[in-house]
C-alpha cells in the first residue's frame, strides 16, 4: 500500500518532468547547440532513471538510460542536437507517460519500435562508455526483522571493470535490494587503474554474509564488507546522521572504525561524545540531504504543488467568511455600534483582500497549456506536410484552474481545425502568393472582467456562401432565408453542422464545433467565429476570471431572491404597472425600442404584480433588455453556490448563494433567459 | 456493498400522512428542523425547494410527491422535520445530498435480513419499485424505501448516470 502510494507519486512528478522536457526538446530544435538545454534533457532522463528501477519499471529505466547516454555523448562532443535524436526524445517523452500509465507490459509493440528507432540513431557512435551514475537511495520493504545486522559495503571497481562485461548497475541493484539503506556514489580523477566512480553503501540486511558475498562474486578484489553492528541502525536518527556527518569529510571513504565505535557507544546508553573533529562546513547534515535532494531532482522551489482538495477547501472558507462577514455587516447596520463599525469594516477590507488573494491562488497562467498545442502544431504539421509557425502572445494571463482544465480540449479542437483546414498546402499557398509557411496566432488578453482568447490563422477561411449551400441542403436553412454572414457563421456550432469534406485522422472525427461550444458555455464563456475567403479565421472564446465570486445586484419578486450578474447591468430605471399595459409591452430606452420580460410571468410567480415595477436593463450582445423585477434591494457579492443535480436541467438559474442572514439568492442566467425567449420569439 | 445478510442492520423510522416508512441508517446524515425554504421557478412539484445546510444549498424532496403516494394534505411546516441523506457515498463523482420532508422520526430499529419481507402488491400505496421491503415492529408494519431509487436524478435531468 504505501510501495503505491510512493509510486503514484513517483508517476505525478515523472509527468511533470516530461511536460517540462517536452518544452526543452522543441526550444532545441530551434537552438540544437543550447548547452543548456542539453543538459537540461541529460538530467531529467538521469533523474527519471534513478527511481525508475525501484519501483519496477525496468523498460523506462533501459530508455532513459539510453537517450541520457545519447545525450551525453552529444553533450561531451559538444555537437548538436539533430532533428532525429529531437523527434526520438518526444517519441521517448510518449512512450514513458504511456509505460508509467498503462504498465509496462501492455506496451510491448511500442518499446520494440522505439528501440529500433533507438538503435538506428545512436549507431553512428556505438562505443558504449556509459557513465553510470545510479544513485538508487533505496528502501527495500522487505527486511524488516529484529534480527538484521547494519553493514558497510565498499564497492571500487578497476578500470577494466566494463571490458570485463561486469554488470555494475546490476551489482548497485542487488546491493540496493539486499536490505534498507543508502548508497552513497563517489567520484574520483586521477588514478588511471581505477573506475571513475566508486560506491559506499550502508544498510541493514537480514540476510546472512554468505548471500551478501555472493552479489561481489566477480568482483571480490573489488569489494569489502564490514560489520557495523549486529542490529537494525538505519532506523536510527543519530547514527543516520553520523553517516553523513562521515560522509561529508573531505576524506575518501567512510571511516568503518569510527562508524563501529559510534555504533557500540550508541546501545551503551553512554551520552555520545562531542565529535572531536568539526564538520568542515557549518551546515547541519540533513540540510544536506536537502541540498543533495534539490539537486537530484533539479526542481526549482519557486512554485510549490497543492493537492487541489486543499484549494477547494480554503474556496470554501473564504466563502464562509465572506458571507459571515456580510452577516456582520446587516447586524452593524441594525444596531449601529460607533465603536464596533470601524472595526467592522476594517474585517471588511481583510476580508475582501483574503478573498481577492485565495481567488488569485486558484489562477493558472494560460502558459501551462500551451506546450500541447504546440506539440499538437508540430506533430500534425509534419504529418500534414505543412509549414506552420504558432505565435503565442499573452500565455501568461491567469485564468482560474478548474476554466484552465476545461479549455484545453475545446482549443485543442479549434488549433487542429486551423492546421487541418485553414492553412492550405504549400502548393496551394505559392499558386495564392502568400508566404510559404502559415501563420496560426494564440492570443491571450485581459478585458473587463473577462479573459479573450483568440486562435488566428491565415489559411482559406469559411467562404459563407458555401455555408449558405450546405445548411440548406442540411436542413438548417430555407432558401428563402436571408441571413447575415454573422448567423451563418453561427451555423457551425449547431450540432450535425460540419463543414469538414474529408474525414481523416484528425479532423473530422464526430466532435464538432458544437461540443466546443458547449464545453464553453459551461465556463459561462461565449465563443465566435469570423472569416474571411482566403485571408484567414479567427475564434474567439470570451470567458469569466473565475467561477466561485461574482459581484450581483440584488432584486426580488414576491419573496424569492433574484441575483443578477453586475456586470451585464447597464443601467435600472422603473415603470408603472399601468404603463407597460398600456403600452403593450413596448418600451423605450434610450430612445430606442427595447425588448423587455417580465420575469414575474416568465418564471411564473403567483400574486399580484406591484404598481411601480422595477427594470434593470442589461446588455446583450449588441442590444439592451429590460427584466422586469418587483424590487431592487441592493448590490450583494454572490459566492456561487451549485443548486445540485435535481437543478441541472433548470433553465433560468445557473446557482444559487447564500445571503448574510442565511437566505438563499437564486443566480438569474440571462444569457439563457434572453436566448430561450429570442427562440420562442421571433421579434426579438 | 450494502448487503449485509449475516447481521442485522439499523433503519430510521418516520413517519408521513400516519404511514410509517424507514430508510437505512447508513446513508442518514442528520435530522434538522423545519427551514425556510426557497422555492426554485419552474421545477417539478416533488422539488420543494432548497434550504440552507450548513452553508450549503440543500434541495429539499417530498417523497410522496416522487413516489406516487396520495398527498392531500400539505406538510404542516411548524411539525414537520427534515431527514438530510447522502445519496452514492461511495462515488465521489455522483455523491449528493438532498433533505428528505417527513411529519416525524420515530426510533431507530435494529432489522433482521430474515426479517424484511417483500411488499405485498396489492397493498398499491407505493409502487414496489421505490421499496426495499417490509418489516413488523410494535404491531405496525413499517416500509423500507429504496434510497437510490427514489432520489435517482435520472428521470429529472434525462442524464443516464445510473
Not at chain 1, 504539421?381 to 491567469?398: M, N, P, Q, R, Y
Not at chain 2, 432548497?50 to 406538510?75: A, H, M, Q, T, Y
Request: net charge negative; hydrophobic share 35%; charged share 30%.
Amino acid at each position: 500500500m504505501m510501495m503505491e502510494q510512493f509510486k503514484q507519486k513517483y508517476v505525478e512528478e515523472v509527468n511533470d518532468l516530461l511536460n517540462d522536457l517536452e518544452d526543452t526538446v522543441l526550444k532545441l530544435e530551434t537552438d540544437p547547440s543550447s548547452q543548456e538545454g542539453i543538459n537540461q534533457v541529460f538530467r531529467v532522463m538521469h533523474t527519471i532513471k534513478g527511481t525508475a528501477g525501484m519501483y519496477d519499471f525496468k523498460i523506462v529505466e533501459k530508455i532513459t538510460h539510453d537517450v541520457e547516454s545519447i545525450y551525453g555523448k552529444i553533450r561531451d562532443s559538444s555537437s548538436a542536437v539533430s532533428s532525429s535524436v529531437s523527434t526520438l526524445t518526444l517519441d521517448c517523452v510518449d512512450l514513458i507517460r504511456r509505460l508509467l500509465n498503462n504498465g509496462e507490459e501492455s506496451q510491448q509493440e511500442d518499446v520494440a519500435v522505439f528501440f529500433a528507432k533507438l538503435q538506428a540513431v545512436s549507431s553512428s557512435n556505438q562505443q558504449d562508455n556509459s557513465t553510470l551514475e545510479v544513485q538508487a537511495e533505496g528502501f527495500n520493504q522487505n527486511a524488516q526483522n529484529s534480527e538484521a545486522v547494519t553493514y558497510y559495503v565498499i564497492f571500487e571497481p578497476f578500470a577494466d571493470i566494463n571490458d570485463r562485461g561486469v554488470n555494475i548497475s546490476g551489482i548497485l541493484s542487488d546491493i540496493d535490494s539486499a536490505g534498507d539503506g543508502v548508497i552513497i556514489p563517489r567520484f574520483r580523477s586521477g588514478e588511471s587503474d581505477k573506475y571513475n566512480t566508486y560506491w559506499e553503501a550502508i544498510f541493514s540486511s537480514t540476510k546472512p554474509l554468505e548471500e551478501l558475498n555472493e552479489i561481489f562474486l566477480f568482483v571480490e578484489d573489488e569489494s569489502r564488507i564490514v560489520k557495523i553492528a549486529d542490529r537494525d541502525l538505519m532506523k536510527n536518527s543519530d547514527f543516520i546522521a553520523e553517516v553523513s556527518r562521515l560522509q561529508e569529510l573531505e576524506q575518501n571513504y567512510i571511516d568503518t572504525q569510527q562508524l563501529i565505535e559510534f555504533a557500540n557507544n550508541l546501545f551503551e546508553q553512554k551520552p555520545v561524545e562531542k565529535v572531536v573533529e568539526e564538520p568542515k562546513h557549518d551546515v547541519s547534515a540533513e540540510e544536506k540531504i536537502i541540498n543533495r535532494a534539490v539537486e537530484t531532482a533539479d526542481t526549482k522551489t519557486s512554485s510549490i504543488k497543492v493537492d487541489s482538495d486543499k484549494l477547494d477547501e480554503l474556496m470554501n472558507l473564504v466563502s464562509e467568511l465572506v458571507t459571515t462577514k456580510a452577516e456582520m455587516m446587516l447586524l452593524l447596520g441594525k444596531y449601529n455600534i460607533p465603536e464596533l463599525s470601524n472595526l467592522c469594516e476594517k474585517v471588511d477590507r481583510l476580508s475582501n483582500r483574503f478573498k481577492d488573494n485565495a481567488l488569485s491562488i486558484r489562477l493558472v497562467p494560460i502558459e501551462s497549456m500551451m506546450l500541447r498545442f504546440q506539440r499538437l502544431v508540430r506533430d500534425l504539421s509534419a504529418e500534414l506536410g505543412k509549414k506552420i509557425d504558432f505565435i503565442t502572445e499573452g500565455t501568461d494571463t491567469e485564468l482560474d484552474k478548474t476554466i484552465i482544465d476545461n479549455l484545453s480540449v475545446p482549443l485543442m479542437h479549434i488549433i487542429r481545425n486551423s492546421v487541418d483546414h485553414g492553412i492550405e498546402s504549400k502548393e496551394r499557398r505559392l499558386a495564392l502568393k502568400k508566404p510559404e509557411h502559415g501563420v496560426i496566432k494564440f492570443t491571450a488578453f485581459y478585458s473587463g472582467n473577462n479573459v479573450f482568447i483568440q486562435v488566428q490563422d491565415d489559411g482559406a477561411g469559411m467562404d459563407p456562401e458555401e455555408l449558405r449551400k450546405k445548411a440548406i441542403e442540411k436542413g438548417f436553412l430555407k432558401p428563402s432565408d436571408n441571413p447575415t454572414k454573422r448567423q451563418l457563421y453561427e451555423l457551425i456550432f449547431q450540432p450535425g453542422f460540419s463543414t469538414a469534406t474529408k474525414i481523416n485522422s484528425i479532423s473530422g472525427r464526430g466532435v464538432g464545433m458544437d461540443v466546443v461550444k458547449q464545453n464553453i458555455v459551461k465556463l459561462r464563456g461565449e465563443i465566435e467565429v469570423d472569416s474571411e475567403v482566403d485571408l484567414g479565421t479567427i475564434t474567439t472564446i470570451k470567458l469569466p476570471f473565475t467561477l466561485s465570486i461574482i459581484d450581483t445586484l440584488l432584486v426580488s419578486i414576491e419573496k424569492t431572491l433574484l441575483l443578477i450578474p453586475v456586470y451585464m447591468i447597464d443601467s435600472c430605471t422603473q415603470i408603472s404597472r399601468r404603463q407597460l399595459e398600456r403600452d403593450n409591452g413596448r418600451f423605450n430606452y434610450e430612445d430606442e425600442p427595447t425588448t423587455i420580460i417580465d420575469l414575474r410571468k416568465e418564471l411564473e410567480f403567483k400574486g399580484k404584480p406591484p404598481r411601480q415595477e422595477n427594470v434593470v436593463i442589461v446588455r446583450y450582445k449588441d442590444m439592451y433588455v429590460g427584466l422586469i423585477v418587483d424590487r431592487i434591494v441592493g448590490e450583494h457579492q454572490a459566492v456561487l453556490k451549485s443548486l445540485g443535480k435535481y437543478f441541472a436541467n433548470q433553465e433560468y438559474i445557473s446557482g444559487g448563494s447564500i445571503l448574510g442572514d442565511g437566505s438563499i439568492a437564486l443566480v438569474l442566467d440571462v444569457n439563457k433567459l434572453i436566448k430561450q425567449m429570442e427562440k420562442s420569439d421571433k421579434k426579438i | 456493498m450494502e448487503n449485509n445478510f449475516s447481521g442485522s442492520q439499523p433503519y430510521l423510522s418516520f413517519e408521513i400522512d400516519g404511514e410509517l416508512y424507514a430508510y437505512r441508517i447508513s446513508q442518514v446524515v442528520e435530522v434538522i428542523d423545519m427551514q425556510k425554504i426557497t422555492v426554485i421557478p419552474k421545477t417539478p412539484a416533488y422539488i420543494m425547494g432548497v434550504i440552507n445546510f450548513r452553508g450549503d444549498i440543500l434541495p429539499l424532496i417530498d417523497i410522496r410527491k416522487e413516489c406516487g403516494l396520495d398527498c392531500e394534505k400539505n406538510f404542516d411546516f411548524k411539525e414537520s422535520v427534515i431527514i438530510v441523506l447522502e445519496i452514492n457515498k461511495d462515488d465521489l463523482e455522483n455523491r449528493f445530498f438532498v433533505g428528505s420532508i417527513v411529519n416525524s422520526v420515530r426510533d431507530v430499529i435494529e432489522v433482521k435480513p430474515v426479517d424484511i419481507l417483500p411488499v405485498p402488491n396489492f397493498d398499491n400505496k407505493i409502487n414496489t419499485e421505490y421499496t426495499e421491503g417490509i418489516f413488523k415492529y410494535n404491531d405496525n408494519f413499517i416500509t423500507i424505501l429504496n434510497i437510490p431509487a427514489v432520489f435517482s436524478i435520472k428521470k429529472n435531468t434525462n442524464k443516464t448516470d445510473y
